[in-house]
T-cell receptor, first 112, second 116 residues
Framework: NAGVTQTPKFQVLKTGQSMTLQCAQD?????MSWYRQDPGMGLRLIHY???????DQGEVPNGYNVSRSTTEDFPLRLLSAAPSQTSVYFC???????????FGQGTRLTVV | AQSVTQLGSHVSVSEGALVLLRCNYS??????LFWYVQYPNQGLQLLLK??????LVKGINGFEAEFKKSETSFHLTKPSAHMSDAAEYFC??????????????FGKGTLLTVNP
């Protein structure tokens, strides 16, 4: 079982560059989410999706775009990277209901 | 809006000692509650969850937590710490309405250090 797979694991970007963080799950989960983790801040929700074609903003959505064309994939796009987006990004997926979310291994992004 | 407060950003215990990590939540309705563990350079792994059954919840690796509605708390405990327990622990809450487990609100985390 692959679970939730994130690529790349590490990335360095220059300010102003764009990139896409990939997230794929093979558990047929309806729900997928993106979080960022910063020291002393815990994890904060960026965007989420309750199914293919449906996305919505979380707590810290500015500077990020998402789309959900398939159940399996939920990419996160940085349109114009800024140093404030230096963080560790986690993708998660879950079923509807009282079950827990399953997390990927994370992508460590540095913007210089 | 929901919120989670973890008291103590860093807790240090000796091997074999009791582990107590504190979590208080704020929610307008009884929430779902979770404890996750993160080992260095890893993702998050679920330790245990409270979803409305027994208030004392047992999880993996000998951890347990008790939901106390009157105190809005969900503290994590383990009777005897092991070196392998050293990690960062996160308490999280989700709104049980509509099964919104995709919208977790996390505490800021508690780093547990276990001394030999």
């Amino acid at each position: 079982n692959a679970g939730v797979t994130q690529t790349p694991k590490f990335q360095v970007l220059k300010t102003g560059q764009s990139m896409t963080l990939q997230c794929a799950q093979d558990m047929n989960h309806e729900y997928m989410s993106w979080y960022r983790q910063d020291p002393g801040m815990g994890l904060r929700l960026i965007h989420y999706s309750v199914g293919a074609g449906i996305t919505d903003q979380g707590e810290v959505p500015n500077g990020y775009n998402v789309s959900r064309s398939t159940t399996e994939d939920f990419p996160l796009r940085l349109l114009s990277a800024a140093p404030s987006q230096t963080s560790v990004y986690f993708c998660a997926s879950s079923y509807w209901g009282e079950t827990e979310a399953f997390f990927g291994q994370g992508t460590r992004l540095t913007v210089v | 809006a929901q919120s989670v407060t973890q008291l103590g950003s860093h807790v240090s215990v000796s091997e074999g000692a009791l582990v107590l990590l504190r979590c208080n939540y704020s929610s307008s309705v009884p929430p779902y509650l979770f404890w996750y563990v993160q080992y260095p350079n890893q993702g998050l792994q679920l330790l245990l969850k409270y979803t409305s059954a027994a208030t004392l919840v047992k999880g993996i690796n000998g951890f347990e937590a008790e939901f106390k509605k009157s105190e809005t708390s969900f503290h994590l405990t383990k009777p005897s710490a092991h070196m392998s327990d050293a990690a960062e622990y996160f308490c999280a809450v989700s709104d049980r309405r509509g099964g919104s487990n995709y919208k977790l609100t996390f505490g800021k985390g508690t780093l547990l250090t276990v001394n030999p």
